[in-house]
């Protein structure tokens, strides 16, 4: 099924929409609007065809192959994020589905993950659904520019919405060891040590403690340069984020409960 795609071309500033079927033309109730922030590279054909061949329609898809040249990860992110949805009227929608261009979604993924009407669906950035009323009243209606995805997690705690685990879980094209076109074991492999320096930082400004860093070495040997990169935060004092005491508290109390 067809469903009402927008794209922003790279370096073009107008922003073009083509419009093949909405939400309220499928006899659905719940209008979705689908954003994936993904370089073209990046941007997988059969993630495409998953989301225009949901059983619960998608009724606007954007797509953001624009090149971002300076910051982390999740500044980039954020930056395209941001301005996908800067060009629409978010309060138009009833859901946001935030999505990466390498995930393929079941094909009930959405049917099945709007049951309940969810505040949030999905703690990881590859594929949230979030219900806008709540995007609007908690973030305004725009991500963190530091943070993409966990900021917009622990900030839905912390006012009181507590996301929800997927009943239906997307497909990830990419491979392990891959993070975001970068594989840690091929050359430039100074790109992937960065990656793992700013995610540490990333995770101090969110309110981590440092056990939880020091775990992440079980996962893999390369959360080193994170170890590294939180306690460089922490050294030079480095601002935190409005949630970093939520954080920090609600990570303490799981630690407590081990015990």
Wanted: net charge positive; glycine share 6%.
């Amino acid at each position: 099924m067809a469903n009402r795609i927008a794209t922003r071309a790279e370096r073009k500033s107008r922003f073009q929409e083509h419009r093949t079927i909405t939400a309220k033309d499928s006899g659905h109730e719940k209008r979705i609007l689908c954003v994936i922030p993904s370089l073209p590279k990046d941007l997988n054909s059969l993630s495409i065809m998953s989301i225009t061949n949901q059983t619960y329609p998608v009724e606007m898809l954007i797509v953001l192959p624009k090149e971002v040249a300076r910051g982390t990860t999740s500044q980039k992110v954020s930056r395209v994020l941001n301005d996908g949805l800067s060009h629409v009227k978010l309060q138009d929608f009833d859901y946001l589905l935030r999505v990466d261009g390498d995930v393929v979604l079941p094909s009930n993924f959405l049917e099945e993950n709007l049951r309940g009407e969810p505040d949030l669906c999905g703690g990881a950035g590859y594929a949230m659904l979030i219900k806008v009323k709540s995007f609007l009243k908690v973030m305004k209606g725009k991500f963190h520019s530091l943070s993409d995805d966990s900021y917009t997690c622990y900030k839905f705690m912390k006012e009181g919405f507590e996301p929800v685990k997927r009943k239906i879980e997307p497909v990830r094209m990419r491979q392990k060891g891959l993070h975001h076109g970068t594989s840690y074991f091929a050359k430039p492999r100074h790109q992937s040590i960065l990656y793992f320096y700013h995610r540490g930082k990333g995770m101090h400004r969110l309110g981590y403690e440092p056990f939880h860093m020091f775990g992440r070495l079980r996962h893999s040997i390369w959360n080193i340069f994170a170890v590294l990169g939180y306690f460089a935060a922490i050294v030079r004092r480095e601002d935190r984020l409005d949630v970093a005491d939520f954080v920090w508290r609600r990570q303490v109390r799981r630690l407590l409960g081990l015990f």
